[in-house]
């Protein structure tokens, strides 16, 4: 597994195997999103007590996994550039920023727009809130710090140094502020005893998990690829430029 | 030993020669807690509610303006290169910097903290707790905030980026901080706010020495 891992590093052969990957990848996401979304909205049932407003669910909690998970891939990706110095982690690691980012703040958004109706108000300083809006920083100042050098090796390294930091730094950030305030309902998904969700809700819920991942996927994927043709052009740019001067 | 205790005095003496530049990270600290009692009104009772909060923020941002040239100047004039020969190891010459960096910031906030709680009107039995708590806590921001330091070396506008960077790295020794104070007002023990305090700055060593010179590293190649 880690020589498959290593053998990806290479530009080329990523990309050969991105080509080939990508439009099952995109198909499966475009199913499961479709289906997960249209039976979580419209044929799922409404919850004894939240009413149709349970349905931000098949968005929120999908996106809300999505915001955590992708920082876990890009600290693991910045882990392994900074031992390895894979350049195509560094790219890997920059281009799952800004997706994590987004999640991040659909959750964000989608918590506000759920929490209204609900808990009768937009925002809390409740413990969950409070460290998504955390990770939410942290993505920022992992996007600004990269994109803050002239020398993009340099910003690229510096950026994975971060990402590492905040990745120790995250659960005690999370169980400090757990501990600060609590409000939100505790997991009901993942417990010792089942899920605490019918399966009415449970399996539309799963499609658009699996859906969010397969998305992540999809745009990761054109994501490095584009940044991969973006420093050919340059390249080419330069070598033109220089063939002219 | 030698080197490390030369480098930390080495700090201490160009921060107190150098035009006084130990006395800004204080001034803004005094003047930021100024402009409280204008913003949300002079009432004590209002003030001496929201002390505590209010003075353990401000010592937060006033350390974070101070990041800024824990490194930056060293970079300029080429002493951090030496520092990186030098048979010390970089890890332990970080640790001395950001010793001194605590002595001349977070020490001189923790010394002026019950000044300006006297000001805002905290609670006598609230004293002792935010002391303590800033004794414990601020060593673990000097140590963490020297990584973002490191990291924004060379960076355009890294006075501003590491504000971004760090601040949410503070957040827990913030909560424990204001904790410790809390737990005491309403009669419950201090004893585990400051044991957890003194668990962050444990995790802040090792995390803040090895992040900071590998940055560092980083900015020197």
Not at chain 1, 118 to 132: I, K, Y
Not at chain 2, 133 to 147: K, M, Q, V
Request: overall charge positive; proline content about 5%.
């Amino acid at each position: 597994m880690p020589n498959f891992l290593h053998s990806l590093a290479s530009p080329a052969r990523f990309q050969r195997i991105a080509n080939a990957v990508l439009p099952w990848v995109s198909v499966l996401a475009a199913v499961l999103l479709g289906v997960g979304i249209v039976w979580g909205l419209v044929f799922s049932p409404p919850d004894y007590q939240q009413g149709d407003t349970v349905r931000v669910m098949y968005i929120h909690v999908p996106a809300a996994w999505m915001a955590t998970f992708c920082y876990a891939v890009m600290a693991l990706l910045s882990a392994s550039f900074l031992i390895w110095k894979h350049q195509l982690a560094d790219l890997a690691a920059r281009a799952a920023s800004p997706i994590g980012a987004c999640f991040t703040a659909i959750a964000l958004i989608t918590g506000a727009l759920w929490g209204k109706p609900t808990w009768g108000t937009w925002w809390v300083w409740d413990a969950r809130l409070t460290s998504v809006l955390v990770l939410f920083f942290l993505y920022l100042g992992h996007m600004a710090l990269s994109a803050a050098f002239d020398d993009r090796e340099r910003g690229g390294r510096a950026a994975a140094i971060l990402a590492c930091v905040g990745a120790i730094n995250l659960p005690i950030i999370k169980y400090s502020v757990e501990w600060w305030n609590t409000l939100h309902q505790g997991a009901s998904v993942f417990r010792m005893d089942g899920p605490t969700i019918d399966n009415s809700m449970l399996w539309p819920l799963l499609l658009t998990v699996l859906g969010f991942n397969m998305l992540f996927v999809v745009l990761l994927l054109v994501r490095i690829k584009s940044e991969l043709l973006a420093r050919r052009i340059e390249v080419l740019q330069r070598a033109r430029a220089s063939g002219r001067g | 030993m030698n080197a490390f205790l030369a480098i930390i005095g080495r700090d201490l003496r160009l921060a107190t020669r150098r035009g006084g530049e130990a006395a800004l990270t204080l001034g803004f600290f005094v003047v930021a807690i100024t402009l409280f009692p204008f913003g949300v009104g002079p009432e004590p009772e209002l003030l001496g509610r929201i002390a505590a909060g209010i003075i353990w923020v401000t010592a937060l941002l006033a350390a974070t303006v101070s990041f800024d040239r824990l490194f930056r100047a060293d970079m300029e004039d080429g002493t951090l290169e030496l520092l990186a020969l030098a048979p010390l190891p970089l890890e332990l010459a970080v640790l001395a910097k950001a010793i001194a960096h605590w002595l001349l910031t977070g020490l001189a906030v923790t010394l002026l903290a019950p000044v300006m709680g006297l000001m805002l009107n905290l609670p006598e039995a609230a004293y002792g707790p935010l002391v303590a708590g800033l004794l414990l806590g601020t060593p673990a921001l000097s140590l963490l905030g020297g990584i973002g330091a490191a990291l924004v070396l060379g960076a355009r506008r890294g006075g501003a980026l590491v504000g971004l960077l760090v601040l949410p790295l503070f957040l827990p020794v913030l909560i424990f901080g204001i904790s410790a104070v809390e737990a005491t007002l309403i009669g419950l023990p201090l004893a585990p706010h400051l044991l957890i305090l003194g668990a962050l700055l444990a995790v802040a060593l090792p995390v803040g020495v090895f992040g900071s010179a590998a940055a560092l590293r980083l900015a020197l190649e």
